[in-house]
C-alpha cells in the first residue's frame, strides 16, 4: 500500500480545497469488499464468501461496506478513507450499478489492485455492460456460490496489481477532458458552448464516433487532465445507462485523481449516494453556463498559479511512443506535427472540391481542420468553421419541415442558410479584425457598421455556432404556424430575417475587398443521422445549404471576392444525395479513398517521429517497436488487415496494442500483445455495428451475433438461412444482406481468393454484387472473426 495513500489529499472536489478528513486512527484492511445490497441473494453470497475468507485466513484483515463507521459520517469520504486503507478491492460487477463503477473508477484511479467480481448466473444488466465495454481488459472473477468465490479469491489477491502502472505527462496545451453523452441535448450544446467560449482547450470523449471507451483511453484521457466535465442523460432517455454508468466510471477516476470534477445532470432525478454532492442539475438549457463557469474559471486559476505541473516522464522507449487521438478534434494542435497532406487534402485546400465525402472514421475533420490550419493565421483571409450538432436539425425536421411541403421546404431552408452564412460571417468578422479594423478609417467605419447591424443579437452572436443555430431553430419553430401559412418566398424570409439581411450583405461585401478571400468548411451535419437511413428532409438540409453557398458565392464574386465552401458529408449521405440531384456534375466531390497500404504506413510513420523524435525509415522504426512479424505475415499488414481500412480504426488497433504490451511491462510489443488487443479491437468493432444496425432498424441489430461460433465463409444459401435463422422475414433478406454488405461485416471472394470488401468499390454495394453470383463466397470481415470465434 503506498503511503501516500493515507496522507490527506491538498485538493479534494469533494469538499472543493483541501481535504478535511484526518486519516488518525484508520485500521487497515488487506482485502475490502465492495457490493450492492440488491439483489439480496447476491449480496448475501458476497458476504457468506467474504466471513469464510475471514475464517480460512485468520492473519487477513478482511472488511465489507457493512463494516463502515457511516452513522453520522459522510459516506464519500468513508468510501474514500477505506480504499485508501485497503490492499485490494475486490468489486461487484454483477449488476449496472452506478455506485459500484464510481467505487471502481475511484480505487483504479488511487492506483489501488482491483479484482471485480460477478455472478455468472445473473443476467440482469448483460447487454449494457458489453455496450459499455470499459472494464473488459480488467478481467472479472467469476463465481456462482459463496465456497467457489471464497476457495477462488486467495489466489486472485495473491497475484493481484496494478492494471494500468503507466505515469501520465499532463496534456497543458488542452488540460479540459468532457465526456459526452451520445445524445446531443440542448444542455451538452450549452456545455460545448460555455467551453469554447472559454478559450479553454478542451478534449472529449464522444460516443456517436466511438461506441465503447476502452479502459486505458479512460485513464489518458483523466490522468492528463485538469478538469474533467461529465455530462449525464435524463433517465428516459435512449442509452442513458449505458452513458450514465461510464459518467460514474469516469467521475470516480476524477476524482480519486485529484482533478477538478464537473458533473452535470440532465433533468431533476435521484442520484447515487456516493457522489450525489457532486452532481449538478439543470432543467433548462440555459442554467448551464452559470453552473459550469466555477468550474472552468478553477481550471484557470490553477494553470496561473502552476500547480499543473508535470508528473514524471515515460519509464521507456515503448511510453514515449505515442500515436495521437482516435478522434482529429482532440488533437487539433498535435495535428499540426504530423498531419498527412494527401492529395485529396491538397484538391479541398484548392478550392477543387465543394464536397468531402467518407466514413466515420476516414479523415473528413482531420481535412477540416487541416484546411482551417493552413488559412487560420492569415489576416488576408476569413475562416468561417461551421461544426453543428445534429440535435438541432433533427428538431426542425421533425417539428416543422415533415409538415411542409417539398417548395415550402427548399424556400425555409435556403433561407435560413442564406441568414446563418451570412450572420456567421459577419461574426467571424467582428471576432477576429477587431484589433485591425481601426488601422483604416474606411474599414474601421465598415466594421463598426457590421457591429451595429447586427445590434440586440450581439450577445447570442457572441456565442458559440452550435448555440446561435439552436436559437435560430427555435425561433422557427415558434413561428410554425406562420411559416405554414405562407407560399411567397418573400414572405419567408421576412420571418427568418432578424437584422437588416441587405444592409447586412451590402457591407459584408464592401468589407471583403480588405481581404483575400472566404473558406467556408462545415462538418458534423449528418452525425446524429442514422446510416442508410436518412430521410428526403435530411437531403433538403443538405442541398438548400449548397444552394445557398452558391448564392453566396455569386454575390460575392460579382465584387472580385474569392468565396470558396466545402461541405462534409458520409458516404452514404452522398448515395442519396446524388439520387436527388438532375445536375450530378454541379457540386464537385472528392471521396476519401483508404485502399494502399503504403498510404497508412506514411500516416503512421509520421506520428511515430513526431511522438519519439526518432528520425529513421518505418521498417526500422516499427521493428524497434513492434515485433517484425506474427502468424507468417508483417505484423503491420496483420494488424491493417483485421481494420475497416480507416484511418481511425488502424489507430485504435495500434493502441491497444501499446496499451497491452505497457500494462504487461514489456518494452516492445510482441505477439501475444498483439492477439490480445485484436480480442479487444474485435468487440470494439461488434458493439460498433450492433449500433449502427440499431439505429437503422432494431430488427437488424442482433443479426452479427448469429454468426458466434460459425464458419467465416459460406454461399450466399448458407448466408440467407442464417439470415432466416435470425428471424428476418423473406420480405427484408436482401435489405438485411445489402446492409450486412455495406457496413464490411461481409464481404465476398473473388474467383482468385482475394477478399472483397465495399470499401473497395466506395461503399457501391451494388457494383460490388455485380461480380457475385450463385456460387461465390461470403466472407465475414477479419475484424469480427476474433470477437465471434470463427472457424474456417
Same mark, same amino acid.
Given at each position: 500500500m503506498a503511503s501516500e495513500l493515507l496522507v490527506p489529499p491538498q485538493f479534494c472536489q469533494y469538499s472543493a480545497g483541501a481535504c478535511n478528513q484526518t486519516f488518525d486512527g484508520i485500521s487497515r484492511a488487506d482485502v475490502f469488499f465492495f457490493y450492492s445490497s440488491k439483489p439480496d441473494v447476491i449480496a448475501d453470497t458476497i458476504e457468506e464468501a467474504a466471513k469464510l475468507l475471514r475464517t480460512r485466513n485468520s492473519s487477513w484483515n478482511v472488511k465489507t461496506w457493512r463494516d463502515l463507521p457511516i452513522n453520522g459520517q459522510l459516506i464519500f469520504?468513508?468510501?474514500?478513507?477505506?480504499?485508501?486503507?485497503?490492499?485490494?478491492? @475486490?468489486?461487484?460487477?454483477?449488476?449496472?450499478?452506478?455506485? +459500484?463503477?464510481?467505487?471502481?473508477?475511484? %480505487? #483504479? $484511479? /488511487?492506483?489501488?489492485? @482491483?479484482?471485480?467480481?460477478?455472478?455468472?448466473?445473473?443476467? +440482469?444488466?448483460?447487454?449494457?455492460?458489453? %455496450? #459499455? $465495454? /470499459?472494464?473488459?481488459?480488467?478481467?472479472?472473477?467469476?463465481?456462482?456460490?459463496?465456497?467457489?468465490?471464497?476457495?477462488k479469491l486467495p489466489a486472485a489477491i495473491a497475484s493481484a496489481a496494478i492494471p494500468i502502472a503507466t505515469q501520465y505527462t499532463p496534456n497543458s496545451s488542452s488540460p479540459l477532458f468532457l465526456l459526452r453523452s451520445p445524445i446531443a441535448t440542448n444542455g451538452l450544446v450549452k456545455v460545448l458552448s460555455a467551453i469554447k467560449k472559454s478559450s479553454l482547450r478542451f478534449r472529449s470523449y464522444d460516443p456517436k464516433e466511438q461506441p465503447r471507451l476502452s479502459l486505458q483511453d479512460a485513464f489518458r484521457q483523466v490522468k492528463t487532465s485538469m478538469g474533467v466535465c461529465v455530462y449525464l442523460l435524463a433517465d428516459f432517455r435512449k442509452g442513458a445507462t449505458v452513458s450514465n454508468a461510464r459518467g460514474a466510471f469516469v467521475a470516480g477516476l476524477?476524482?480519486?485523481?485529484?482533478?477538478?470534477?464537473?458533473?452535470?445532470?440532465?433533468?431533476?432525478?435521484?442520484?447515487?449516494?456516493?457522489?450525489?454532492?457532486?452532481?449538478?442539475?439543470?432543467?433548462?438549457?440555459?442554467?448551464?453556463?452559470?453552473?459550469?463557469?466555477?468550474?472552468?474559471?478553477?481550471?484557470?486559476?490553477?494553470?496561473?498559479?502552476?500547480?499543473?505541473?508535470?508528473?514524471?516522464?515515460?519509464?521507456?522507449?515503448?511510453?514515449?511512443?505515442?500515436?495521437?487521438?482516435?478522434?482529429?478534434?482532440?488533437?487539433?494542435?498535435?495535428?499540426?506535427?504530423?498531419?498527412?497532406?494527401?492529395?485529396?487534402?491538397?484538391?479541398?485546400?484548392?478550392?477543387?472540391?465543394?464536397?468531402?465525402?467518407?466514413?466515420?472514421?476516414?479523415?473528413?475533420?482531420?481535412?477540416?481542420?487541416?484546411?482551417?490550419?493552413?488559412?487560420?493565421?492569415?489576416?488576408?483571409?476569413?475562416?468561417?468553421?461551421?461544426?453543428?450538432?445534429?440535435?438541432?436539425?433533427?428538431?426542425?425536421?421533425?417539428?416543422?419541415?415533415?409538415?411542409?411541403?417539398?417548395?415550402?421546404?427548399?424556400?425555409?431552408?435556403?433561407?435560413?442558410?442564406?441568414?446563418?452564412?451570412?450572420?456567421?460571417?459577419?461574426?467571424?468578422?467582428?471576432?477576429?479584425?477587431?484589433?485591425?479594423a481601426n488601422k483604416h478609417y474606411e474599414r474601421f467605419e465598415l466594421y463598426d457598421r457590421l457591429v451595429q447591424i447586427l445590434g440586440p443579437e450581439i450577445d447570442a452572436e457572441q456565442g458559440d455556432f452550435s448555440e446561435r443555430l439552436l436559437l435560430l431553430v427555435e425561433r422557427l419553430l415558434a413561428r410554425k404556424v406562420e411559416i405554414e401559412g405562407f407560399t411567397g418566398t418573400s414572405e419567408i424570409s421576412r420571418l427568418i430575417y432578424?437584422?437588416?439581411?441587405?444592409?447586412?450583405?451590402?457591407?459584408?461585401?464592401?468589407?471583403?475587398?480588405?481581404?483575400?478571400?472566404?473558406?467556408?468548411?462545415?462538418?458534423?451535419?449528418?452525425?446524429?443521422?442514422?446510416?442508410?437511413?436518412?430521410t428526403d428532409a435530411d437531403m433538403m438540409i443538405i442541398r438548400s445549404l449548397m444552394e445557398a453557398t452558391r448564392k453566396l458565392q455569386r454575390q460575392l464574386a460579382k465584387n472580385d471576392i474569392d468565396c470558396r465552401a466545402v461541405v462534409f458529408i458520409r458516404n452514404d449521405i452522398y448515395e442519396?444525395?446524388?439520387?436527388?440531384?438532375?445536375?450530378?456534375?454541379?457540386?464537385?466531390?472528392?471521396?476519401?479513398?483508404?485502399?494502399?497500404?503504403?498510404?497508412?504506413?506514411?500516416?503512421?510513420?509520421?506520428?511515430?517521429?513526431a511522438s519519439t523524435k526518432i528520425e529513421e525509415s518505418f521498417e526500422n522504426m516499427w521493428s524497434l517497436f513492434f515485433e517484425a512479424y506474427i502468424r507468417g505475415e508483417h505484423s503491420f499488414s496483420y494488424i491493417l488487415g483485421r481494420t475497416m481500412m480507416r484511418p481511425r480504426d488502424l489507430l485504435s488497433f495500434l493502441r491497444l496494442c501499446i496499451n497491452t504490451a505497457v500494462n504487461r511491462g514489456n518494452t516492445k510489443v510482441n505477439e501475444a500483445d498483439i492477439l490480445q488487443a485484436e480480442k479487444q479491437y474485435s468487440e470494439d468493432q461488434l458493439q460498433a455495428i450492433f449500433d449502427e444496425l440499431r439505429d437503422i432498424n432494431s430488427e437488424f441489430a442482433d443479426i452479427p451475433y448469429g454468426f458466434i461460433g460459425s464458419s467465416f465463409t459460406f454461399d450466399q444459401s448458407c448466408l440467407r438461412e442464417k439470415l432466416i435463422e435470425m428471424k428476418v422475414t423473406d420480405d427484408k433478406l436482401d435489405e438485411a444482406m445489402n446492409i450486412l454488405l455495406w457496413?464490411?461485416?461481409?464481404?465476398?471472394?473473388?474467383?482468385?481468393?482475394?477478399?472483397?470488401?465495399?470499401?473497395?468499390?466506395?461503399?457501391?454495394?451494388?457494383?460490388?454484387?455485380?461480380?457475385?453470383?450463385?456460387?461465390?463466397?461470403?466472407?465475414?470481415?477479419?475484424?469480427?472473426?476474433?470477437?465471434?470465434?470463427?472457424?474456417?
Open positions: 469520504c468513508e468510501i474514500c478513507k477505506a480504499q485508501r486503507s485497503t490492499r485490494v478491492a @475486490v468489486v461487484d460487477v454483477t449488476t449496472m450499478n452506478f455506485n +459500484l463503477l464510481f467505487e471502481l473508477g475511484f %480505487a #483504479l $484511479g /488511487l492506483g489501488i489492485p @482491483v479484482i471485480p467480481i460477478r455472478d455468472t448466473t445473473c443476467t +440482469l444488466d448483460s447487454a449494457e455492460f458489453e %455496450a #459499455l $465495454g /470499459l472494464i473488459d481488459t480488467l478481467g472479472y472473477l467469476d463465481f456462482q456460490n459463496a465456497e467457489e468465490l471464497a476457495q476524477a476524482l480519486s485523481s485529484g482533478a477538478y470534477v464537473c458533473v452535470l445532470q440532465e433533468g431533476q432525478h435521484q442520484q447515487p449516494i456516493d457522489y450525489r454532492d457532486v452532481v449538478q442539475s439543470h432543467t433548462d438549457g440555459e442554467q448551464v453556463q452559470h453552473l459550469i463557469t466555477p468550474f472552468i474559471k478553477s481550471i484557470y486559476e490553477a494553470i496561473q498559479s502552476t500547480r499543473f505541473v508535470p508528473i514524471t516522464l515515460p519509464l521507456n522507449a515503448l511510453e514515449t511512443l505515442d500515436l495521437g487521438d482516435v478522434a482529429a478534434e482532440n488533437e487539433i494542435n498535435s495535428l499540426k506535427s504530423y498531419f498527412l497532406p494527401t492529395a485529396q487534402y491538397n484538391d479541398v485546400k484548392r478550392g477543387h472540391a465543394r464536397l468531402v465525402v467518407g466514413r466515420k472514421g476516414a479523415g473528413k475533420t482531420a481535412i477540416f481542420y487541416g484546411v482551417r490550419s493552413a488559412y487560420w493565421s492569415s489576416t488576408k483571409h476569413i475562416v468561417l468553421d461551421l461544426k453543428p450538432e445534429g440535435h438541432q436539425f433533427l428538431t426542425l425536421r421533425e417539428h416543422l419541415l415533415n409538415s411542409l411541403s417539398q417548395g415550402v421546404q427548399e424556400h425555409v431552408l435556403t433561407a435560413f442558410w442564406n441568414y446563418l452564412l451570412l450572420v456567421e460571417l459577419a461574426a467571424k468578422v467582428i471576432e477576429t479584425d477587431s484589433r485591425i432578424e437584422t437588416d439581411i441587405r444592409g447586412l450583405q451590402e457591407t459584408l461585401q464592401a468589407y471583403m475587398k480588405f481581404k483575400d478571400g472566404i473558406f467556408i468548411l462545415i462538418d458534423n451535419l449528418d452525425k446524429s443521422w442514422p446510416v442508410n437511413a436518412a442519396h444525395l446524388l439520387g436527388q440531384i438532375p445536375d450530378k456534375g454541379k457540386d464537385t466531390a472528392i471521396l476519401l479513398d483508404w485502399n494502399d497500404e503504403e498510404a497508412f504506413k506514411l500516416l503512421i510513420h509520421r506520428r511515430m517521429m457496413f464490411g461485416f461481409i464481404g465476398i471472394m473473388d474467383r482468385s481468393g482475394e477478399e472483397k470488401y465495399s470499401y473497395m468499390y466506395q461503399y457501391g454495394v451494388k457494383r460490388m454484387l455485380r461480380e457475385a453470383n450463385d456460387t461465390t463466397q461470403f466472407i465475414i470481415h477479419p475484424a469480427f472473426r476474433s470477437v465471434l470465434q470463427c472457424s474456417h
